[in-house]
């Protein structure tokens, strides 16, 4: 059973800067295909990017040149760089892990078997 913890989220100006943490144990990373997710008030779980537990990744059209998704697998943690912050950016954000997904699904929040609690990340005017 895989346990994942995020951190890092909180209140930041738009064009500004975040990193979120998401922390993981009982298992190691490197065997994991890695997504974030976000959720805003009112509207369903979106899709913020993943990365493969081989390497590469892709991301949602609405995040992409402005995310970025990196793995430390010796600390066993993955990271998501926010750049460019925008007010729709509100949410909170989800840090998810998978043994393997098919490629047509890695999209999909249906496609991970594990999901931390979440961190706000709020972005003012």
């Known amino acids: 059973q895989v346990q994942l913890v995020e951190s890092g989220g909180g209140l930041v100006q738009a064009g500004g800067s975040l990193r979120l943490t998401c922390v993981a144990s009982?298992?190691?990373?490197?065997?994991?295909?890695m997504g974030w997710f976000r959720r805003s008030p009112g509207k369903e779980r979106e899709f913020v990017g993943m990365?493969?537990?081989?390497?590469?990744?892709h991301y949602s059209d609405s995040v992409k040149g402005r995310f970025t998704i990196s793995r430390d697998n010796a600390q066993n943690t993955v990271f998501l760089q926010m750049t460019n912050l925008k007010i729709e950016d509100t949410a909170v954000y989800y840090c998810?892990?998978?043994?393997?997904?098919?490629?047509?699904?890695?999209?999909?929040?249906?496609?991970?078997?594990?999901w931390g609690q979440g961190t706000q990340v709020t972005v003012s005017s």
């Open positions: 998810a892990a998978a043994r393997r997904i098919l490629t047509t699904a890695s999209s999909s929040g249906a496609s991970y078997d594990y």
């Open positions: 009982g298992g190691s990373i490197s065997t994991y295909d």
């Open positions: 990365s493969w537990s081989a390497g590469s990744g």
